[in-house]
Each structure stands twice: as C-alpha cells, then as structure tokens.
C-alpha cells in the first residue's frame, strides 16, 4: 500500500499536517478541524471507469456507491485494481451502501414550483440503515480498521448510532452511543438497540451529547465516527459523486440539503472543490442549506451576523459571543425534525468554507413548513423523514423568493427515511386541520356502513 494522503488542519495558515495512521478531530497546533488531502490529481477518464463498474460482476466493492468510486477516497492507499489488496482493507456492508441516485418526484416539482425535468431528489434514505450516514460510515470504519481500533463511540440523533452499530456489528467492533434521553425518534432508538450497540442517554441534548463524547476523545483516546471525523466526510463526498454520475458530470446550478451538524455541507463542498481543482468539472454548483428555525446556529452566524470563511480568517469572537448568549439565556434547539435539533455544530468551519466555495446561500425553514412538504413527498410515492423534508421546504422558500429560477438544474437530497419515525408522521396525518393531512375513517364492521362512506 502506498498511501498517498495526509490529515490536515483546514485553516491555510496554519496547516499542519498529520500522517492517516492516526485520528486527529482537532489540530494539535491551532484547534481548528482537520481534512483529509491527498497527493494525487485522479484522471478524469476514470469516469468510465466509473460508469463501468455499475454491471458489478459480483464485485462488492464495484456494487459499492461508495467504494465505486475509491480512486477519489484513496486515504488507505489501496491499489484500486487489485482486488485482494484492496479488499482485506475497506469495509462494506456487502455492497449495500450508497446505492442511491437522483430521481425526478413530478408532484414535489409541481409543490416547489421548479419544472420536472431538471428537479431531481437523491434519495439516501434507501441506503441499508435508512440514512445517508452509511456513506460516511464505510470510510469511517475503513479508518479504523486500519488503526486497530476495537471500540468505536459517537453522539446522535439517531441516525449516526443506527449506521454506527450495524457497521460496527458487522465488523466485531465495539458501539457506545451517547444521545439526549428523549431526543430520538423511536425507529432510530430500535435500529442502535438491535444492532446491539451500547447505548447511553445523558440527560441533556445532542449538543451535551457530543461534548462529552469529545472529552472521551480528548482524554481517554476513544474513536469517533462523527462527522469531526475527517475520514467519515470522505464517504459523504459519494453522494456527490453519485449526483453528477448520474448527470453525466454535467454541474447542476444548485444542491439543496439540510444542516445539522453540518458534515453533509462539509463533504461536499470539499468534493466539489477537488473536483474542481482537478479538472473533472468546469464549475462550481451553488450550495443551499437548510436549517430548522429552532435548531438555525449557521443561519444566525452566516446570515445575520456576518460570518464568513473569510480565506480561513473566521471571526471567532462573534462565533464565541454568539454561543455565549445562547448559554446565558439558556436557549435550547427546539424542533420536531429531531435528527437536525443541533445548536452547535462542529462543522461550522468547514461549512462556512463550502459556502464559500460554492457562493452558498443559507435558509431557514419552520416546522410546519417541513411538515407539509414531508408529506407531499409521501405522496409522491416516496417517503422521508422530517430533517430530510427541510430540502423540499428550502427549495420551495428558495423558489418563492426566485433565488431559484424554476429552470434551473436543482438537485436535493432527501438524508433519511420515513419509518425512521412513524410517530410524527401519524400525528400529522391524524389531524385533519393539516393541509395534506390523510386521517382514517372508521366505520362499522358491515357493508352497507362500509358503501355509505365510499
Ligand atoms: N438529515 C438527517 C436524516 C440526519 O440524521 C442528519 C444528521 C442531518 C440531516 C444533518 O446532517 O449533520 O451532516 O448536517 N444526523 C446526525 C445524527 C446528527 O446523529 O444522526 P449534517
């Protein structure tokens, strides 16, 4: 193996570099989060390559939406051609992750105003946990793998910890998962306590959550398969991959998806840039992403006070006055899409960097908002989550305030799927005050009820 890829702090005037055969989720000289570089500039032929690889002929790690791609995620230096190197090195569920491509959903194009034919949704809820993180999970545990490492851990809102414990299920490693008792949707719960992870409910909320799993890093040496995990992003960048696959490499004017912790904003900003620099696309799409308004910390920084990447001179002292407010009022996230209710996420510095790269634009989104637009999904015969509606939501917002044209090429990515959580999505349906609401009828056990009500 001849790696061909280093750690390295985000913040050009610091960095430093570190080697892969360690986890580094902060520099060690300056603080700031760590990428994933690498030394090769990968041929744009390989495209074909790529393309060839979807008939598998049995191979794993070509039927892979991730590993399809591993000359672009190379980290472990593998040769990519020799199939008994590079399979004793990167880890799968079987082929099964990432096998997800854009689809054109005719009623959520009408609902957000675009025109079918270049509105596309990426739905990564059908990956085999139901979320996107399994993009990120197969190159996360592919990392640790490679360090030896018995034990993983992570903070969640569920999705990360179902991923987290099937990949670390399969692969006879040790889960502990931390999450805000009370915090996740049920089917999530079911999904880590089946995949037989060891789950821990601090009494707090994700963002508690995620910092004692930061001290667990910090000073007792623990594994993370957070998105601070630079490794991880590199299989969210897939996703991307997949999109312009898909397109034939041709850019789309806007990639909409939400923001939680902000690792999705993070991937693929870094995805489109490399591509960028190494001249497989000609030009930057734009970024949206979508904050719920309970949970909107990239809203507030980017958009109202001014925050920007800035060349990596980010203005810290607004970001820490900012949090400083939040903990003096004692402000909590407060959403029903739970999978996003996150105050302060530990990507915010590589996602100001995306939104600079793409010229992004930041948008927020109410419950309700969310709400109806999941289930115009439903209807389209699809299904996602809340967090996930926030895309539909957003564009909709985005179009309404024509800073989408409804001919621009739109693409959307829908992050988990609906029976992640039933409980909202009955709630909703139950109430016929709901617009798109679609409540039951009960009648008595005999036809003639039966036909009165037809
Ligand atoms: N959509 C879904 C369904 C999610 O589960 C998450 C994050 C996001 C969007 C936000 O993505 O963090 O990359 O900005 N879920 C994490 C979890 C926090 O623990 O499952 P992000």
């Given at each position: 193996?001849?790696?061909?890829?280093?750690?390295?702090c985000?913040?050009?005037?610091c960095?430093r570099?570190y080697?892969?055969?360690t986890?580094k989720?902060a520099c060690e000289k300056c603080g700031n989060?760590v990428?994933?570089?690498?030394?090769?500039?990968?041929?744009?032929?390989?495209?074909?390559?790529?393309?060839?690889?979807?008939?598998?002929?049995?191979?794993?790690?070509?039927?892979?939406?991730?590993?399809?791609?591993?000359?672009?995620?190379?980290?472990?230096?593998?040769?990519?051609?020799?199939?008994?190197?590079?399979?004793?090195?990167?880890?799968?569920?079987?082929?099964?992750?990432?096998?997800?491509?854009?689809?054109?959903?005719?009623?959520?194009?009408?609902?957000?105003?675009?025109?079918?034919?270049?509105?596309?949704?990426?739905?990564?809820?059908?990956?085999?946990?139901?979320?996107?993180?399994?993009?990120?999970?197969?190159?996360?545990?592919?990392?640790?793998?490679?360090?030896?490492?018995?034990?993983?851990?992570?903070?969640?809102?569920?999705?990360?910890?179902?991923?987290?414990?099937?990949?670390?299920?399969?692969?006879?490693?040790?889960?502990?998962?931390?999450?805000?008792?009370?915090?996740?949707?049920?089917?999530?719960?079911?999904?880590?306590?089946?995949?037989?992870?060891?789950?821990?409910?601090?009494?707090?909320?994700?963002?508690?959550?995620?910092?004692?799993?930061?001290?667990?890093?910090?000073?007792?040496?623990?594994?993370?398969?957070?998105?601070?995990?630079?490794?991880?992003?590199?299989?969210?960048?897939?996703?991307?991959?997949?999109?312009?696959?898909?397109?034939?490499?041709?850019?789309?004017?806007?990639?909409?998806?939400?923001?939680?912790?902000?690792?999705?904003?993070?991937?693929?900003?870094?995805?489109?840039?490399?591509?960028?620099?190494?001249?497989?696309?000609?030009?930057?799409?734009?970024?949206?992403?979508?904050?719920?308004?309970?949970?909107?910390?990239?809203?507030?920084?980017?958009?109202?006070?001014?925050?920007?990447?800035?060349?990596?001179?980010?203005?810290?002292?607004?970001?820490?006055?900012?949090?400083?407010?939040?903990?003096?009022?004692?402000?909590?996230?407060?959403?029903?899409?739970?999978?996003?209710?996150?105050?302060?996420?530990?990507?915010?510095?590589?996602?100001?960097?995306?939104?600079?790269?793409?010229?992004?634009?930041?948008?927020?989104?109410?419950?309700?908002?969310?709400?109806?637009?999941?289930?115009?999904?439903?209807?389209?015969?699809?299904?996602?989550?809340?967090?996930?509606?926030?895309?539909?939501?957003?564009?909709?917002?985005?179009?309404?305030?024509?800073?989408?044209?409804?001919?621009?090429?739109?693409?959307?990515?829908?992050?988990?799927?609906?029976?992640?959580?039933?409980?909202?999505?009955?709630?909703?349906?139950?109430?016929?005050?709901?617009?798109?609401?679609?409540?039951?009828?009960?009648?008595?056990?005999?036809?003639?009820?039966?036909?009165?009500?037809?």
């Amino acid at each position: 193996m001849t790696v061909k890829a280093v750690q390295q702090c985000i913040i050009p005037s610091c960095g430093r570099t570190y080697d892969v055969y360690t986890l580094k989720t902060a520099c060690e000289k300056c603080g700031n989060l760590v990428d994933v570089r690498y030394d090769d500039r990968p041929n744009p032929t390989l495209k074909e390559v790529f393309d060839e690889r979807r008939n598998h002929r049995g191979n794993i790690f070509n039927e892979s939406g991730v590993w399809r791609f591993r000359e672009l995620i190379n980290f472990p230096g593998v040769d990519c051609n020799d199939f008994d190197a590079y399979s004793n090195v990167l880890v799968s569920l079987d082929g099964a992750e990432g096998r997800t491509k854009p689809f054109h959903l005719t009623r959520v194009a009408e609902y957000v105003g675009m025109r079918s034919e270049n509105f596309w949704l990426q739905f990564e809820g059908s990956n085999p946990t139901g979320s996107f993180k399994d993009n990120g999970m197969a190159t996360a545990f592919t990392h640790a793998k490679m360090l030896g490492v018995k034990r993983i851990t992570c903070a969640s809102t569920g999705n990360t910890s179902s991923s987290a414990a099937a990949f670390a299920a399969n692969e006879g490693i040790e889960a502990i998962v931390f999450m805000g008792e009370g915090k996740i949707a049920r089917g999530k719960l079911a999904q880590t306590l089946d995949y037989g992870a060891r789950v821990v409910q601090i009494r707090g909320y994700f963002d508690d959550a995620m910092n004692r799993v930061k001290e667990l890093v910090t000073k007792k040496g623990f594994y993370a398969v957070n998105s601070l995990n630079a490794f991880r992003l590199e299989g969210q960048k897939t996703m991307i991959y997949r999109v312009l696959a898909y397109l034939k490499w041709r850019v789309p004017d806007w990639i909409v998806f939400p923001g939680g912790n902000l690792g999705n904003t993070s991937a693929f900003g870094k995805a489109f840039k490399e591509l960028y620099d190494w001249g497989w696309i000609k030009r930057m799409p734009r970024v949206a992403v979508v904050n719920a308004e309970g949970a909107n910390t990239l809203y507030r920084l980017f958009n109202e006070l001014g925050v920007k990447w800035n060349g990596g001179r980010v203005d810290d002292d607004v970001i820490d006055e900012y949090y400083t407010d939040l903990e003096r009022r004692r402000w909590k996230a407060e959403t029903k899409a739970s999978a996003i209710e996150i105050l302060k996420p530990v990507n915010l510095k590589k996602a100001l960097r995306t939104l600079e790269y793409t010229d992004g634009i930041v948008v927020q989104v109410s419950d309700e908002e969310m709400l109806d637009a999941r289930a115009i999904v439903g209807r389209n015969g699809f299904g996602c989550e809340l967090a996930s509606a926030a895309t539909v939501a957003g564009i909709k917002k985005l179009v309404s305030e024509e800073r989408i044209r409804a001919d621009e090429t739109t693409v959307g990515i829908l992050t988990g799927h609906m029976l992640k959580d039933m409980d909202t999505i009955i709630q909703y349906h139950l109430d016929p005050r709901n617009t798109f609401s679609n409540t039951p009828l009960v009648v008595a056990n005999d036809l003639q009820s039966i036909l009165a009500i037809l």
